[in-house]
């Protein structure tokens, strides 16, 4: 019998239910029990594949090609197991799919409704997620905060889920806010109060408060939010805020939020190893190096944009014991010719171009690449950083003076970057680009054989243009390798150029597979060359 964990959230947005969430994931994992995780956001696009990063972060993709959150992100690093297709549900899901039963007269005459409809088809979401993954135990994240409109519908789910399964199958987790207030010099308990009284007001008796705060709360506040929102006093956990993210789960630990869990559940308690995490903890709080990394994006002022490929570097560097300061370049403003390159990168042991779409800072991507390449810096290219490096190859190296991207220019005489053929028909946006696990054979004697020691990888995708091979010969003419293909599709995978140091890039995203204690393969190398760069 599937057991189902619910987090949600009050007071502010950005308190890391996420990680509280995989934090409590990865304690049961430990225990030995079979974990799966899952998001609903209640905002409207089906999926976030659709969404300006700059609004909403990263889009993470799972190995089924699913566009999701951010949050799954930290899920697959914190509990290592890839998640899926059910793994990511949003009000859009939900709305579309009732809305194509109603259609197909799937509800009988019905007057189809809030309740039980759309409450109904999240309910069987969750479920399903217990039946599909064979899990012991289903942890459900519920994006936004208690009180938001939009997430009322989840919300009233959760409810008849708690009434129907009752509390011996399921566990509600409250993460709220305890701020210190300046003056009175204290931690207020109020607003947490407040918090789990709309939630109550809506049905839902919380098991846990998980309580962010800036220090630990001690016994007099958690007498005061036990009293007052009906859990028990150890039930009440401090989230405080530390140094670096993976030291949340021992702290849960410590204060035993999975055997409180487990005795609800009625599950026997089996040792917790954690020894793997608790060397990790040691190695990041104990590095003795470190370097600059150049990433040269377009949607920088939001570090999250790049969230997975910034703690991909961090992975990368906790193996070489190096801590990664990554220093962040807004490509649009390399475009004026006033800038220095030679200053702007001038302590960055290596430079990294990430994934992005459309027009915008372009030129910036293509100077940084141009930088790279002729001061021979340790270099990776992430998808769009792919494309980029053969156009930059094809106009300085080859001559190919109008080498470009249709997405940059859709009748351009040399479209080194094309659309597939079966791209050429798509009329929707959402959802249709190459998308998750697709294979990778890789040519022995090469950078990218040397980094996965495999001739066969598979990576997760997420673009929709692909280097046109009819450039393949002449490029390769000049000294570049393609050294990873799809043989199917017959697509390039992987760039590289030999007569450098280290000039790498990839049609796939890494950052996707890599996680604390296994960094990715290319990041893995690029760090390693990064280090060496003198
Ligand atoms: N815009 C490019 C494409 O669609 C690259 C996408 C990306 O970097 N994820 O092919």
Redesign the pocket.
Known sequence: MTKYIFVTGGVVSGLGKGITASSVALLLKSRGYKVFMQKFDPYFNVDPGTMNPIQHGEVFVTYDGCETDLDLGHYERFIDEELNYSSNITSGKIFKSVIDKERHGDYLGATVQMIPHITNEIKNKVYEAGHSSGADIVITEIGGTVGDIESQPFIEALRQIQYERGSSETFFIHCTLIPYIFGSNELKTKPTQNSVRDLRNMGIRPDALVCRAPYNTGDHIKEKLSLFCSVPKEHVIDSIDVNNIYEIPINYYEQKIDEIILKQFGLPIKRADLSDWKNLIKTVNNLDKEIEIALVGKYVELHDAYISVAESLKHAGYKYNTKININWIDSEKLEDDKVNLKEVFKNSKGILV?????TRGINGKIKAITYARTNDIPFLG????M?LAVIEFARNVCGIKDAN?T?FDANTKEPI?DLMADQKSVVNMGGT?RLGNYECAITKNTLAYKDYNSEKILERH?????FNNKYMKLLESKGMVFSGVNEKADLVEIIELPKLKHFIASQF?PEFRSRPLKPAPLFDSFIKASIENK
Do not use: A, D, K, V
């Not at 992430?382 to 950083?385: A, P």
């Open positions: 990430p994934g992005g779409f459309g992430i998808c769009l950083g494309q991207s997405e970057i680009l997420r673009h929709r243009y692909e995203h």
